[in-house]
């Protein structure tokens, strides 16, 4: 059972036995009590130390109760302080209290009357401090929602995670990391720091050996004393280890720096929040991976289904998906994109499955009759992957690898821009594979014919742009045509076509 810690208490009233009195009556309370009678240490003590709740007299020689007040506002914003006289008015409690002050009490009063009035102010007090962590996390919750519900990148996320701790931890540097809970190495690192220096604090990485073996999900705090710009404080490097079915996943490192060697509890409690919720989405992330793994591997089981029924476009699928990786990279589509390529380009001849064999592996070139029937083949493949949210992204690469520039393709009929750059891109991969590429009627053609036919067709049949960057991409030997197709090529035609300048081509939407 955890234990609240013991609120800090400031006292000041110039007569001393005041404060002796006020003292032993709440003696029996979980405070640690400070009493002063000089003004002037109490501003002292104020400015160094950690302040709950601070009683003061309000009239106290050349200072004034409105001096603590000010002073202990500014140092601890979220402390009460309740102010003593024994000469009021209407005008002096209502000046108190728009200054900031809690409450106002008369003397001589009551201690009942005094220990209710604390008590009060205290709770007033874990409220407010409740509901501000309360909307902290809230508006976390809010970016947390958005993330699961639209796949924001798990780096991101854990960003996101760390400025929260930042913010509501009022930390000046946190880590993440993330481990494989098999051998308990770094799988990934995420961090936020004001510097270099407090940011190598969280960022050791011994400081995840002391949760190793353990499946308790308590933080682990450390506290050494500093001097901050003149004034003792604590800094604070709090460990909170990130479980995931009781076993380590993952650890959050904050490092703060506090008036006093306490971090209050409900700081601790959103450190558990966000931790659980780092949580949430590394098993979330883990299972899209495995989901998505299982997926691919079916997708390549169904091409590799569909190269079985024709030997000649064995290995098809996995060339073309090569060199449109290529041409992506070269027009710098980030990691996200390019395994989304891999996935469409291994996809977009899964239509085929349905064109009977006697079409998909004659040998004579096909009649108008079995011509219609092939070009099917992207509409039966959005069929086959349609409700599968995964493979959504694919979609442009089944649906439009067969349109072209000039807008004579099939299926839609699309023209330039129209055309989704995925379907632009995949054009050109699939052409020059299939004129390099064996056929049952023909050999393989040179590289030479097929670079011709793509600078011939250069702006009627493929977008002039992707042809432009492939063409860089055999210029610079990005891809191994030997290993691709068996044999050696003769790449010295690409002298006669101008070097082109890198640019990215239109970009266009998914469709739904």
Not at 272 to 288: G, H, K, P, T
Not at 345 to 358: F, N, R, S
Not at 405 to 421: N, V
């Amino acid at each position: 059972m955890r234990h609240e810690p013991r609120k800090r208490i400031l006292v000041v009233d110039d007569e001393e036995y005041i404060c002796k009195i006020i003292v032993e009556s709440l003696g029996e309370e979980n405070f640690d009590i400070a009493s002063f009678t000089d003004p002037r240490e109490a501003l002292d003590y104020i400015a160094a130390n950690p302040v709950d709740l601070a009683l003061t007299d309000l009239v106290m020689g050349q200072y004034s109760g409105l001096n603590i007040l000010e002073a202990t506002l500014e140092n601890h914003p979220d402390a009460i302080v309740i102010l003593m006289t024994a000469h009021p008015t209407v005008q002096t409690a209502i000046s108190v209290l728009k200054k900031g002050a809690y409450d106002f009490l008369v003397k001589p009063f009551k201690l009942e009357l005094l220990s209710a009035t604390i008590k009060r102010g205290l709770a007033h007090q874990k409220i407010a401090r409740d509901n501000l962590s309360l909307k902290g996390q809230l508006e976390f919750l809010k970016v947390a929602n958005a993330f699961f519900g639209s796949g924001l990148d798990l780096d991101k996320y854990l960003r996101l995670v760390l400025r929260s701790c930042n913010t509501e931890l009022s930390a000046r540097a946190s880590a993440v990391f993330e481990i494989d809970p098999k051998d308990g190495s770094t799988i990934r690192r995420v961090h936020e720091a004001v510097d270099d220096a407090e940011a190598d604090a969280v960022l050791d990485e011994s400081l995840i050996d002391q949760f190793r073996g353990s499946r308790s999900s308590a933080p682990a705090i450390t506290t050494e004393p500093v001097e901050v710009d003149g004034r003792q404080k604590s800094r604070i490097l709090i460990s909170q280890p990130i479980m995931i079915r009781k076993r380590l996943q993952g650890v959050i490192n904050v490092l703060t720096v506090f008036r006093s060697d306490q971090i209050p509890h409900g700081r601790l409690d959103v450190l558990s929040i966000l931790s659980n919720s780092a949580a949430s989405a590394i098993a979330n992330q883990n299972l899209y991976t495995d989901l998505k793994r299982s997926y691919l591997q079916a997708i390549r089981a169904l091409a590799s289904a569909i190269e079985a029924r024709d030997v000649y476009t064995a290995g098809h699928t996995d060339r073309v998906t090569r060199l449109a990786e290529q041409v992506a990279l070269f027009l710098g589509w980030d990691e996200r994109r390019i395994q989304t390529l891999q996935v469409g380009c291994t996809l977009h001849d899964i239509g085929k499955i349905g064109v009977p064999d006697a079409i998909l592996s004659k040998t004579d070139r096909l009649t108008e009759a079995e011509r219609k029937q092939m070009n099917k083949h992207p509409q039966l493949g959005l069929k086959i992957i349609r409700g599968v949210d995964l493979l959504r992204p694919a979609i442009p690469y089944l649906a439009s690898h067969h349109e072209r520039f000039d807008g004579g393709g099939y299926p839609r009929g699309l023209r330039g821009d129209e055309i989704p750059i995925e379907g632009r891109v995949l054009a050109v991969a699939d052409t020059f594979d299939a004129i390099m590429s064996d056929r049952p009627y023909r050999k393989g053609a040179p590289v030479a014919i097929a670079i011709k036919e793509l600078m011939d067709n250069r702006g009627t049949q493929f977008d002039p742009e992707i042809v432009d960057a492939f063409m860089e991409v055999l210029r610079t030997h990005k891809v191994d045509l030997q290993a691709l197709y068996g044999r050696e090529e003769d790449l010295s035609c690409l002298d006669d076509i101008p070097v082109r300048q890198e640019t990215a081509p239109a970009q266009t939407t998914v469709p739904g």
